[in-house]
Structures are given as C-alpha cells and as structure tokens.
C-alpha cells in the first residue's frame, strides 16, 4: 500500500502510543457522550456519521483521506479517515477549527 500521509503517520503514532498504555477496555456500544474534549473511546463498534457531534449550522464530512492501517507497536488494525467542517446548506456562519479525530 502507499505510505501514509505525515498527519495520519502522526495520528497513528498518537494513538499507538495512547493504546499501548491504557488500561481501558473496549466498550460496546458506543455511549451517547462520547464525543467530549480530552476522551479517549475504545470500540469494536464502527462509528457512524450520525453518531459524531455537529453543530446548528455545520455538519462533518469525510473527505477522500481513508486508509487501512496497522499500528506497529500494539498490532490492532483499522481504518483512519480525516473529517472536515462542512457548512450545511445557504448558511454563512464561520466554520469550526476542526478538533475531531476518528480512527
């Protein structure tokens, strides 16, 4: 496979390390507030679109940046994927600095 880009090579290496080191289990199903500044979920569940937090005026879209990846330090496998702010239709609001990431 082609070799990742720097954000998803530095992403991965983010939380390889952050999985190497939790103690946390794998949780099933997703909570509904799961989506919070600082928290780390671990599931074998597949997160959707719907289940990702937006606002009034803005909603998340996956941009073409998807890849399959294995973490080298722990050997879990996944896909990561780069979300970015989409303004929802006819609406002039400024976009959120995107602070979401999926992998």
């Given amino acids: ?9 530095k992403a991965c290496i983010h939380i ?6 939790s103690t946390q289990s794998f949780n099933r199903p997703i909570p509904p507030n799961f989506c919070c500044t600082n928290k780390l ?10 289940d990702l937090p937006t606002g009034h005026w803005w909603t ?19 896909t990561i994927r780069k979300l970015i702010p989409r303004r ?11 602070k979401l990431k999926v992998w």
């Fill in 60 to 78: 998340w879209n996956q941009s073409k940046g998807k890849k399959d990846i294995v973490l080298t330090r722990t050997g879990y496998v996944g």
């Fill in 88 to 98: 929802r239709k006819q609406e002039q609001t400024k976009l959120p600095i995107p």
């Fill in 1 to 9: 496979s082609s070799p990742l880009p720097p954000e998803f090579e």
């Fill in 41 to 50: 979920l671990l599931t074998s569940s597949t997160i959707g679109a719907k």
């Fill in 16 to 21: 390889d390390e952050l999985l190497a080191n």
